[in-house]
């Protein structure tokens, strides 16, 4: 155990610790014979006032206190402890290590107990009394906001934001505010409530709007965004807190019009509804003398947005006499509430559904649209003559989304949407503190959805903004401008866009989300990520004991698969292996390659990487960093002579216990087979 300052020791014990086959006795005797350390045993049953008494005697008053609370599943049984601790007596949580000895009782052997136990107690203690307090600062932000788009999302966005104080800008592309009703006809009359909508947006003091613009240029970071914005007659800059993306959907032709002839009797999903709701009986929708008006409508089965307004004109058009409707899609998309049911309720009014490999090819015969197709059921070509043929439309998000997402540095969603396809994003955030996407920046969503969403971004914003200052973490990552020179890889591989620079780089700690990303690639080490500095992990290396085989060394994701192995370690009983080693990262793009080099040169017999899984990355592509710094490590292990199998990288979700356990024991059975070579 290596102490590099005083440590206040609390062995938190009930009779469940020596029950489990740790003596727990000896343990506190070990404790107390380290160098630079005081311990106290203390059982967390006791009252509260006699446990903050006892805490009160054994912590010196008014000291900067450094203290290693170990005892069985200690978030749980110990909480009342590290309660009094925090806020109480005022430790900071920055110097407070949480050791959980349930790994030590995976052992039959009471020996082998104390061992697991004394080498967890060590290793955190060496990082710890190397840990620095990490203190908050109120910064001042700018409580203006932009949002983005004219969607119905975007409206509502900037009414509430303006009633609630934040000063908005609405930018949007387009000449005038002309927002779209997800599955309605685009020209339908919008409700009495929605109508209002727009009109408090142009009436509010509160709402600045700036028609036909683009999104230049963003600088600086959240609470503080410099955007410019090019309108059609200047370039103007403003200064923004946050940014609320909500960018409209775009209505356009779907693969059935791909070819398509023009010819008044083949129209789009749109025009048929202009036709429907035309004051006046429209002479195309009339049947010829007797006869059937036959409508065939080919595709609009893109998005249950989409199959709704084809359903809805079906339907309307069934109505009629003499009407003879046809669907000829390819895969149904009836994943929306209630669309399973509407499509069976057309059906049941005579709607004809084809489910076709492919839309039939269309053609003018005779000036009559007429389709030709290959009926799966009655296994034989058919053509037929319609008297109308309604091509689908399809609803795509913003075209300039791709530029928008280049310009904030985020990470894109599947189809140019703005959201990374990453579960930690959901609902509304970005890979960027302080940019929020609701409604058709982020997917395809019925109204209901985009306009809850909306409440969901505004919380965000009033979390970051305040009333005009906001607590931002101080001190958390550092840049030491004496070993800086300024070559911008920080800039570059910040997944959170926290990295600025005047004549070096300047971390934006409210931006910053600590992963420590930048700090494994710069080339001069001038980053350290406090509490997961170089020197601490350094520390815990060293206290690897030779005597413990097979000696692993697992770095683990703060969010993944350091979940995952305190959730192994509940498991009974778990026999981790003697030498194992769990140390957190906060990212595992914080893994450095010197970590893993180091981790052999000090004795280590096996090194496990253990990241997030693929899109699962709170910082998008940590995982990624360090599956390529493991790739490259196995290459320089090679070359030294190393067997490259004694390093593993795995990806894990939290909830993968067993996951976690099998990487252990495969990498262990590996370093057996290597030690009987
Ligand atoms: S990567 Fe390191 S040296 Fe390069 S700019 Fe950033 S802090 Fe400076
Ligand atoms: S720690 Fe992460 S979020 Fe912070 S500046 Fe570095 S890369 Fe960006």
């Known amino acids: 155990m290596t102490i590099a300052r005083q440590l206040d020791i609390i062995l938190a014990h009930g009779p469940e610790l020596s029950a489990g086959g740790l003596d727990y006795y000896k343990l506190g005797l070990w404790a107390a014979g380290q160098p630079n350390s005081r311990i106290l045993s203390l059982n967390p049953n006791l009252p509260p006032e006699e446990l903050e008494r006892r805490l009160r005697a054994f912590l010196h008053r008014d000291q900067p206190h450094t203290v290693l609370v170990a005892a069985l599943d200690p978030h749980h049984r110990a909480r009342h402890i590290l309660r009094l601790l925090t806020e109480v007596m005022q430790v900071n949580p920055e110097l407070i290590s949480v050791v959980d000895l349930q790994e030590a009782l995976g052992s039959p052997d009471p020996k082998a107990c104390s061992i697991t136990a004394h080498h967890l107690i060590g290793v955190n203690a060496s990082m710890i009394t190397r840990a620095q307090p990490i203190t908050t600062q109120e910064l001042p932000v700018t409580s203006r906001v932009l949002v983005w788009g004219d969607s119905f999302a975007a409206l509502k966005a900037a009414v509430d934001l303006a009633d609630l104080g934040y000063p908005v800008i609405q930018a949007y592309p387009g000449p005038a505010l002309s927002p779209l009703l997800p599955g309605a006809a685009p020209a339908q009359p919008f409700g009495a409530e929605l109508q209002d909508l727009i009109t408090r947006v142009q009436s509010h003091s509160a709402i600045q709007l700036l028609p036909q613009t683009h999104l230049a240029e963003v600088l ?6 410099r955007v410019r914005l090019q309108t059609s ?12 993306l909500a960018p409209e959907l775009s209505l356009s032709p779907g693969e059935a019009a791909a070819g398509a002839a023009s010819h008044p009797r083949i129209l789009t999903q749109s025009q048929l509804e202009d036709l429907l709701a035309a004051p006046e009986e ?10 059937r008006l036959r409508v065939a409508f080919l595709g609009g089965d893109s998005h249950p947005l989409a199959l709704g307004r084809t359903l809805s004109s079906a339907r309307g058009l069934l109505s009629r ?27 049941s009014s005579g709607l004809i559904v084809f489910k076709l490999p492919q839309l039939p090819t269309l053609a003018l015969v005779d000036d009559r649209p007429r389709l030709s197709f290959f009926d799966p059921v009655m296994h034989e070509a058919e053509s037929l003559a319609c008297d109308l043929v309604v091509l689908d439309e399809v609803y795509r998000p913003a075209a300039d989304n791709a530029a928008l ?3 904030l540095h985020l990470f894109p969603g599947p189809g140019r949407f703005l959201q990374g396809d990453n579960v930690r994003f959901l609902p509304v955030i970005t890979n960027r503190r302080g940019v929020y996407v609701v409604g058709a920046g982020r997917g395809l969503m019925d109204l209901d959805q985009a306009l809850a969403e909306t409440d969901a971004a505004i919380v965000e914003v009033q979390q970051l903004l305040g009333r005009g200052t906001t607590i931002a973490p101080q001190g958390r ?17 910040c997944p959170h866009g926290a990295v600025t620079w005047d004549n070096r780089a300047i971390i934006n700690e409210l931006a910053c989300q600590g992963c420590g990303v930048c700090a494994s690639q710069c080339p001069n080490d001038a980053i350290q990520i406090r509490n997961f500095t170089d020197d601490q992990v350094v520390a815990a290396l060293e206290t690897l004991d030779p005597r413990l085989t097979p000696r692993i060394i697992a770095f683990m994701c703060k969010n993944s698969a350091w979940e995952a192995y305190h959730a192994a370690i509940k498991l009974a009983p778990v026999n981790l292996p003697l030498g194992f ?6 990212c595992a793009g914080k893994i450095d390659i010197d970590y893993i080099l180091k981790a052999f040169t000090y004795g280590a017999d096996g090194v496990l990487v253990l990241a997030c899984h693929q899109d699962n990355c709170k910082s998008q592509e940590g995982n990624l960093h360090a599956q390529w710094r493991v790739e490259r490590a196995r290459e320089m292990l090679a070359d030294a002579g190393v067997d490259p199998r004694r390093l593993v990288f795995k990806t894990l979700a939290a909830n993968t216990p067993q996951d976690f356990l099998a990487a252990v024991s495969s990498l262990a059975e590996v370093l057996g087979i290597l030690k009987a070579a």
């Open 321 to 347: 006499d003499n009407v003879q409707v046809m669907l000829f899609i390819r895969d149904a998309k009836v994943g929306a509430p209630d669309m399973e049911a509407t499509l069976g309720q057309a059906q």
């Open 405 to 407: 997402a280049e310009v």
């Open 282 to 291: 429209p002479a195309l929708l009339n049947p010829e003398a007797d006869s």
């Open 581 to 586: 080693t769990p140390l957190k990262m906060p």
């Open 220 to 225: 600086d970071s959240a609470g503080n965004f």
């Open 233 to 244: 007659q200047e370039v103007r800059e403003e200064k923004v807190g946050a940014m609320i």
């Open 477 to 493: 990552s550092v840049v030491d401008r004496g070993s800086c020179v300024l070559c911008l890889t920080c800039h570059r591989v």
